[in-house]
């Protein structure tokens, strides 16, 4: 594995399976050395893993809770100590519930809140030394449409997606001088596996309501993270980049 990544090392959040997976074999094909974080499934992180360096790329797993102070700072030491530093993080570690108002506790919507949403803000704020060291980074942060459109039953979600974007704005005011740049990417309907507590897919995502007639493929949004964190994105920055086959137009 060579490419435009030579020689950088990616901090990839929610990588067992879906949109993470794919974001770090990505980010690995194109020659970073990764850090594949999950928080519960120990085997698929590790099967990310195995699938990176059958490639020939450089991968460690490490399983880790994003809204968990601690965790998040001996995730980032093992990612420095492994690998020499950080110079992507891709947070893309959040949790997906469809709950009604009425029926939303404050303990579910300080859950939601603490993963997406604090998660980010504690895995921005321990490697972003390390990016000033290095001489520059990128932080990609994973939104998505819901806060956009309004989305029943998944208010706490959006309002985390939302605040996201905010943190991501200033951030990349503030981090400016130093080079680090961060974004935000907002998939529409992407064609991934569902967990039993996300529900079902809401009727406003559905294929016949896309211009383009069908799902994003997890490769696509990949790409759009892939392009964010590297050479090629190094004048964006403070953006939410929406892949959402026209569904929603910005």
């Known amino acids: 594995m060579a490419g435009a990544l030579d020689g950088k090392v990616a901090l990839v959040t929610g990588a067992g399976k879906n949109i993470g997976r794919m974001t770090a074999l990505t980010l690995a094909r194109d020659g970073a050395a990764?850090?594949?974080n999950g928080r519960s499934d120990q085997a698929a992180v590790d099967s990310v893993v195995a699938e990176i360096t059958a490639a020939g790329?450089?991968?460690?797993?490490?399983?880790?809770?994003?809204?968990?102070?601690?965790?998040?700072?001996?995730?980032?030491?093992?990612?420095?100590?492994?690998?020499?530093?950080i110079d992507i993080l891709?947070?893309?570690?959040?949790?997906?519930?469809?709950?009604?108002?009425?029926?939303?506790?404050l303990a579910e919507w300080r859950e939601i809140?603490?993963?997406?949403?604090?998660g980010a803000f504690l895995?921005?704020?321990?490697t972003v030394p390390s990016m000033i060291g290095r001489g520059g980074g990128a932080i990609v942060a994973m939104s998505g449409i819901s806060n956009h459109v309004g989305t029943p039953n998944r208010c706490h979600v959006s309002?985390?997606?939302?605040?996201?974007?905010?943190?991501?704005?200033?951030?990349?005011v503030e981090l400016a001088p130093h080079r680090i740049r961060c974004n935000c990417v907002a998939p529409?309907?992407?064609?991934?596996?569902?967990?039993?507590?996300?529900?079902?897919?809401?009727?406003?995502?559905?294929d016949d309501g896309i211009p383009l007639g069908r799902k994003a493929t997890v490769e696509e949004i990949a790409a759009t993270?892939?392009?964010?964190?590297?050479?090629?994105g190094a004048y964006v920055t403070g953006q939410t980049l929406h892949v959402n086959g026209g569904l929603y137009l910005t």
């Open 34 to 36: 990764v850090m594949v």
């Open 57 to 85: 790329g450089r991968a460690k797993g490490w399983m880790a809770d994003a809204s968990d102070e601690a965790a998040v700072a001996e995730l980032v030491e093992a990612t420095a100590a492994e690998f020499g530093g």
């Open 90 to 105: 891709v947070s893309n570690a959040g949790l997906r519930r469809q709950t009604p108002l009425l029926e939303l506790s």
């Open 113 to 118: 809140m603490s993963v997406a949403l604090e």
């Open 123 to 126: 895995l921005a704020r321990a």
């Open 159 to 172: 309002a985390s997606k939302a605040g996201l974007e905010g943190l991501m704005r200033s951030l990349a």
């Open 188 to 206: 529409g309907a992407v064609d991934t596996r569902r967990g039993a507590s996300a529900g079902a897919m809401p009727s406003t995502l559905a």
């Open 225 to 232: 993270v892939r392009y964010l964190a590297g050479p090629e």
